[in-house]
């Protein structure tokens, strides 16, 4: 029989929740014995090669293509786990939300102290994706069917929330595992 | 520009931490006319940092990225040292803040050498993709990648024990730390410190026998000549945590030398392109066009004069005689001189771990508040710059930060145009291998996109065959 598949992301994330993930340590190997790894950072596969059990989805969406592949995986996944505090918060990213983007770009591509820029604009190139106007959690754009908070969610929160859904069981998570910080 | 000219994306890029995908410009031949490494995701720090306290920012912008949190929240806390008037942390505070670092050293460089490029090492740049990943590796080297994970795990725990958390710990603060090593702590870190010495001794001797191997088809890979920079003990030993800053020419010819970190400004800028969120820094002495630079484990190994233990300079004198003595310019010697910085960091660890001052009890100092400050220190990926800018609310009014991968932006797009020309350049068919060979030459140099773009990201790849008008002619996908 195979075995299901699990997809990852990281959006408008820092990768600490994909980092969070693999501090399970050894349990890795467990885990890849469980499972088979569909569309994510750590390996090669790029798009989607079929229907997945479960999506693990870091950060928020502040671009155009974070909201694409998001899209995506709601697609493509049964269960969509937004995970982290980005992810169902906006997290840290989402202080921009109080300032117009303009004012973001300009800070970073205009006025720093070791800034040389010629042009006198920001990067606006067709192949750099639009920037959203704020910040926005996943179930701001998707369906989401569990969230897991935690900057990260320890390691053990996710390897508890994964091994209940993949044996079927109700996502009941202890006291100590849920944590907003 | 030739009207038939095509253009051709490999996005998203995988296997490394970020957003980014590389665009390519081919005429009716297929000959590469321009190769581009796009960094695609923005956050804005630098504005919305504004206004809040100094205290809060080492744990603020740890966020940025969390592959090297310890990097950013150590080099935040140096300039927030500065800000409260320590100018120098009482030395169990300073040591503490070393194992963290080192132990950081030690988890990101294990991540980046085991979960994320041994595959194509082991396998082949053009494998199957379906093997050529962290999992495949498990299943064909069960033993090297129990060795992986274990050897990450270490570096965890000793950045758990000195930061209190894994990933987004709290450790450093303005003047100094909040916690000692418990002795319980210590032990527990010393039990598995033989182990870990050994197989950062066999990771060494992988990434080194395996360089030396192929080093005829190594040393052209995506390779060039470069400046090199990074910061340097006043006796130009390599040091990760504090130092002056050097830059040196691709002959090894200083540029500059012991540079105060408070005057960074006068000797770096950083140039803005259309096409990238990335910045472009280079020495201002230098000018935009060739005053790029390299920065992270071959810079260091290069720009230091000796490493201050045994093993690690050892190796490192191995190292230099390929290249007799000269700088490496080559960009697959990353991986080797990562690993002799692994093998570094390990040995720091074990003098740190044998220190009484990390169970001392001073671990806070202060002094005349100052206005401004700069922390600069090197991370797994390179020299890491921290400005900030306080007033008398305590409220921050500018940062500016230039980040490791920033520095390493010219040269990943080089890397990229060279290895496009090698390999792609007139080639009828352009195959998945061939497009993960530009991986290959992206990932040696190990960049992390969430920390350049000061956003938050992750990395798939597509590649699309696009005539002049702008329609698909070819579309790739992986897998």
Redesign the interface.
């Known amino acids: 029989m195979s075995k299901p598949k699990v997809a990852t ?12 993930l ?2 399970i ?2 349990r ?2 467990q885990l ?1 014995e469980l499972v088979e ?1 569909d ?1 994510s ?7 989607f ?1 079929g229907r997945c059990a479960i999506g693990l989805v ?3 969406c ?2 155009e ?1 974070n909201v694409h ?1 998001l899209r995506e995986f709601r697609e493509h996944c049964d269960i969509l786990i937004a995970v982290g505090d ?1 992810a169902t918060m906006g ?3 989402a ?2 939300n ?2 117009p ?1 303009k ?8 006025k ?8 006198g ?5 067709p ?3 639009l ?1 959203l106007d704020r910040v926005y959690p996943l179930q701001a754009v998707v369906k989401i069917d569990y969230f897991l908070p935690g ?2 969610p320890s ?1 053990e929160t996710l390897w508890q929330a994964l091994t209940a859904l993949l044996n079927n069981k109700p996502l009941e998570l202890p006291y100590e595992l849920v944590k907003y ?1 | 520009m030739s009207t038939t000219l095509k253009r051709m ?1 490999i996005e ?1 890029v ?6 980014a ?1 590389v ?1 390519l410009l081919l005429d009716e031949k297929n000959v590469i006319k321009e190769a ?1 490494f ?1 960094i ?11 206004g809040r306290p100094y205290w809060e920012v080492p744990v ?1 912008v740890q ?5 090297c ?1 310890v990097s950013h929240h150590l080099a935040a806390a140096k300039a927030m040292d500065l800000v409260v008037g320590a100018d120098r942390i009482p030395p169990p505070a300073e040591k503490m803040r070393r194992l963290m670092h080192y132990g950081q050293m030690f988890q990101s460089h294990a ?1 980046h050498f085991f ?2 490029c041994s595959p194509d090492l082991l396998f082949g740049f053009d494998a199957d ?1 379906a093997i ?4 495949g590796v ?1 299943r064909k080297f ?1 033993e090297l ?2 060795q992986g ?2 050897m ?2 270490y570096g ?1 725990e000793i950045i758990r024990a000195t930061a209190g958390k ?3 710990g709290t450790g450093a603060v303005p003047g100094g730390i909040n916690k000692n090593l418990s002795i319980s702590e210590r032990d527990a870190l010393l039990r598995e410190q033989p182990k870990m010495m050994d197989w950062a001794r066999g990771a060494l001797a992988i990434a080194r026998d395996y360089t030396v191997e192929h080093l005829k088809t190594l040393a052209p890979f995506g390779s060039f000549d470069s400046n090199h920079l990074s910061i340097v003990r006043r006796d130009g030993a390599m040091d990760l945590y504090d130092g002056l800053l050097r830059a040196i020419s691709p002959a090894g010819d200083r540029i500059f030398d012991m540079v105060d970190n408070q005057r ?2 006068e000797y ?10 990335m ?1 472009f ?2 020495i201002r002495s230098l000018g ?1 066009e060739k005053g790029w630079y390299r920065v992270g484990p071959l810079a260091r190994i290069n720009t230091c004069d000796f490493i201050d233990t045994p093993e690690a300079e050892k190796a490192r004198k191995d190292f230099a005689s390929v290249t007799g003595g000269k700088p490496n310019n080559i960009t697959m010697a990353y991986h080797w001189a990562r690993m002799i910085e692994l093998l570094h960091a390990m040995e720091k660890i074990t003098e740190l771990l044998h220190d009484p001052d990390l169970q001392g009890r001073d671990l806070l100092a202060k002094g005349e508040r100052r206005e401004e400050a700069v922390g600069i220190l090197e991370a797994p990926r390179g020299t890491l710059i921290h ?1 900030y800018v306080v007033n008398n609310n305590d409220q921050v009014v ?1 940062a ?1 930060l ?1 980040v490791s991968t920033t520095h390493n932006n010219s040269p990943m797009n080089m890397a990229v145009k060279k290895v496009a020309e090698q390999y792609l350049s007139g080639k009828p068919q352009i195959t998945e291998g061939l497009l ?1 060979h530009i ?1 290959v030459a992206i990932r040696a140099y190990d960049p ?1 996109l ?1 920390c350049a773009t ?9 590649v699309e065959l696009v005539d002049a008008e702008g329609s698909v002619l070819e579309r790739r ?3």
């Open positions: 992301a990281s959006l408008a994330g820092c990768f600490g929740c994909h980092m969070s693999l501090d340590d050894e890795i190997l890849v790894f569309k950072p750590i390996n090669d596969i790029k798009r090669t870091e950060g928020g502040c671009n293509d592949v980005c997290g840290l990213p202080m921009r109080s300032i983007l004012e973001c770009l300009e800070e970073a591509y205009l720093g102290p070791t800034v040389y820029n010629p042009a604009k920001p990067p606006s190139d192949e750099l994706p920037v900057c990260p390691a910080d | 994306t998203p995988t296997r490394i931490e970020g957003h995908k665009s581009r796009h695609v995701e923005f956050r804005g720090f630098e504005r919305f940092i504004q603020l966020r940025l990225c969390g592959i949190p991540l979960h994320l993709p050529r990943n962290v999992i498990a069960p990648a129990v994970v274990m990450r795990k965890q894994k990933v987004h960074y400004v770096i800028a950083e140039e803005v392109k259309d096409w990238s969120y910045k820094p280079f935009p400005h500018r500016n230039i993960n991986e992390c969430s000061h956003s938050l990201g992750s990395m798939p790849l597509a996908m992986r897998p």
